[in-house]
């Protein structure tokens, strides 16, 4: 298959314990204390043909939920068969700066990830405004959550117009890799990827078989060079998140593309 999985992450106790995520435990039939390993991890994704995952850190208001130096633990179980995505602290802009320097080198670290609605702040708020400028001084994308929101959050810091767009604006030599397909705002999605050649979607949370017919077409068309695979692990294994790829009607290039290319070309690897 040689897939790359664009947003996985190895999930603490302390971030499974969080109130928020009772709703997708709940949608996958998973409890709080069923975490995933290193170990099962590698076993998902060799079941479902993956190479590479690009695991995530996270970092909220309540502190860290993945810090930089576990996802660096990880990498180094396996460092053929995971990257990573660095997180900051928006309260502390310096700091994060400090963050994107000493962690994202383009090898182990290959980009940034920040979640608006774990924030409760849209990305035009200025707090992400020296993230940007690091992403781009480092040469790496940053990574971001678009449309709906599954956790008992706000949906509204998802929406691509006008938040994510007045950051594009800003920001016109920024990477945006967009995560979640953006539903259902999926007109802003269109007009985005017209607009804007360094925005970028992926389809974690997403077993293919479900995903809107809208998007698809947008993926057989101007999406095709855009798009990329994710699965959101482990809330979906990338074997669940494969299902209905054969029925998506993709051409060889079109698959490849989305399974394994784009990733390649926008994150370096």
Not at 26 to 45: I, K, Q, Y
Not at 137 to 164: K, M
Not at 224 to 247: A, I
Request: hydrophobic share 45%; net charge neutral.
């Amino acid at each position: 298959m040689n897939a790359i999985d664009v947003w996985a992450q190895i999930t603490t106790e302390r971030m499974a314990r969080r109130p928020w995520l009772e709703t997708l435990l709940r949608w996958t039939n998973r409890a709080a204390g069923d975490l995933p390993s290193v170990e099962s991890t590698l076993r998902a994704m060799d079941a479902a043909g993956v190479d590479i995952a690009l695991l995530s850190a996270w970092h909220g208001p309540e502190g860290s939920l993945i810090s930089n130096e576990e996802v660096a633990g990880y990498i180094g179980v396996a460092p053929a068969r995971f990257r990573g995505l660095a997180t900051v602290d928006l309260d502390r802009p310096m700091e994060a700066v400090r963050e994107i320097r000493r962690w994202v080198d383009r090898k182990s670290f290959v980009g940034v990830r920040v979640v608006p609605w774990l924030w409760g702040l849209p990305p035009n708020d200025r707090r992400y405004y020296p993230v940007y400028a690091a992403c781009i001084d480092a040469g790496v994308p940053f990574c971001t959550q678009i449309g709906h929101t599954g956790p008992l959050r706000r949906s509204e810091t998802g929406r691509l117009i006008p938040y994510l767009e007045d950051v594009m604006l800003e920001f016109p030599e920024l990477v945006v890799v967009g995560g979640h397909v953006g539903f259902p705002w999926l007109d802003e999605l269109v007009t985005m990827t017209v607009k804007f050649p360094n925005f970028h979607v992926d389809t974690s949370a997403y077993a293919l078989r479900r995903l809107p017919p809208a998007f698809v077409q947008w993926m057989k068309g101007i999406g095709q060079s855009r798009v990329m695979f994710g699965t959101n692990w482990p809330m979906l294994s990338p074997q669940k998140c494969l299902e209905g790829l054969g029925e998506l009607g993709l051409s060889p290039e079109q698959r490849d593309a989305f399974l394994q290319g784009n990733a390649r070309r926008v994150f370096a690897l």
